[in-house]
């Protein structure tokens, strides 16, 4: 049954773009039509014609679909200083950093202490976030970013095994505070609290030596954010639109925003912390937010995105409806619309489908 599932959904793409799903899969289809609206008009049965724009930059914020499901709660056993937090897929541990004396914590989703991690003086430590292959990425006031992995077997850093990056001088304390990583364009994203307020991306180095690099500055956060937040105190990439949501310290309050220029989809205040450092995925595209001192607190995505035969699952039987739905054999609910839309485009179309069977395949 899955094999004749999956022929129906390579002809239903090889339809769409003329090119079937691995092709699509093997070259990146989100960076393979980057910045192209695609239009097309498909008949099908009953002289239907359907016209579908497929945007790849989302004209919603998936900011809107969250709620406060767990209030902010200490962390008993951090004495202070949490500034930053992160998700390591692979064996769905958190981690979280102290500011300044370099200690990480590495936690269960139920926010159980599994292990201290000591020895990471790498400076004014402000925030961590996991590439992939065991590498993890910390981000220090100062401006350096240093790249390695964490021991298993033992529970000290070795910092000499890190791959230190300098991408910024600074002195004080206003300088880089939060780093997200896109794993696919293996760009980083950091930054920089304030006075100015400023916003860096670079690509990850091919080698593993110590370096100096240049950022690009995509546009001038004092300006983009102007009226909006006060400072930047974290960051986080959200594969699902290919934008970062931007933490705010002072504003308590997190941002939807195009990297490429600044413009903001959506804002969401953050109640009863004080001073939120960290922000990071869990399942489901839930939101963890950590503050200072040892405090964390999550934002629950209330829709199964995916899921819209409704029974608690993401599989094929959902993509074989979103097919049906295009071709013009079935209708649709509002709410199974707005769990179609995986890419916040305000269409459905080939785009969530994709979406969906990388869900699907984990």
Not at 120 to 138: K, S, T
Not at 219 to 243: C, P, V
Not at 317 to 334: F, M, P
Request: charged share 20%; aromatic share 16%.
């Amino acid at each position: 049954m899955k094999y004749t599932f999956l022929m129906k959904v390579q002809k239903f793409l090889q339809q769409l773009l003329g090119i079937d799903y691995m092709t699509i899969r093997e070259n990146n289809y989100r960076k393979l039509i980057s910045n192209i609206n695609i239009r097309f008009f498909l008949t099908f049965k009953y002289n239907f014609i359907f016209f579908f724009i497929a945007s790849l930059y989302a004209q919603n914020s998936p900011l809107y679909f969250y709620s406060q499901e767990v209030m902010p709660t200490e962390i008993i056993w951090i004495e202070d200083d949490l500034s930053g937090c992160t998700r390591k897929n692979d064996n769905n541990s958190l981690y979280m950093i102290e500011n300044d004396q370099g200690k990480i914590w590495e936690l269960d989703t139920n926010f159980n202490h599994l292990r201290t991690i000591l020895g990471g003086h790498f400076g004014d430590e402000e925030d961590l976030v996991y590439l992939n292959n065991e590498d993890f990425a910390i981000v220090t006031e100062e401006g350096h970013l240093f790249i390695g992995s964490f021991p298993i077997n033992n529970n000290n850093i070795e910092i000499n095994n890190f791959q230190k990056i300098t991408f910024s001088n600074h002195d004080g304390n206003t300088g880089p505070e939060g780093v997200a990583y896109d794993s696919l364009s293996q760009t980083f994203f950091i930054v920089k609290e304030k006075n100015p307020m400023a916003f860096y991306i670079f690509q990850r180095p091919s080698h593993n030596n110590d370096t100096t690099i240049t950022v690009t500055i995509p546009f001038d956060a004092e300006i983009a954010f102007y009226g909006i937040m006060d400072d930047l105190s974290s960051i986080t990439y959200d594969y699902r639109t290919n934008r970062v949501l931007i933490l705010s310290d002072d504003s308590q309050k997190v941002i939807d925003v195009e990297p490429t220029d600044g413009s903001i989809f959506g804002e969401m205040i953050i109640n009863g912390m004080e001073q939120p450092e960290g922000i990071c995925f869990l399942d489901n595209y839930d939101l963890l937010f950590v503050s200072e001192p040892n405090f964390y607190t999550i934002y629950s995505n209330f829709s199964l995105f995916g899921d819209i035969n409704f029974d608690g699952q993401i599989n094929y039987y959902d993509i074989e409806l979103i097919i049906e739905y295009l071709y013009g054999h079935i209708l649709l609910t509002e709410y199974q619309k707005i769990n179609v839309d995986i890419d916040y485009n305000h269409n459905i179309d080939i785009f969530d489908i994709l979406l969906i069977m990388d869900i699907s395949d984990n």
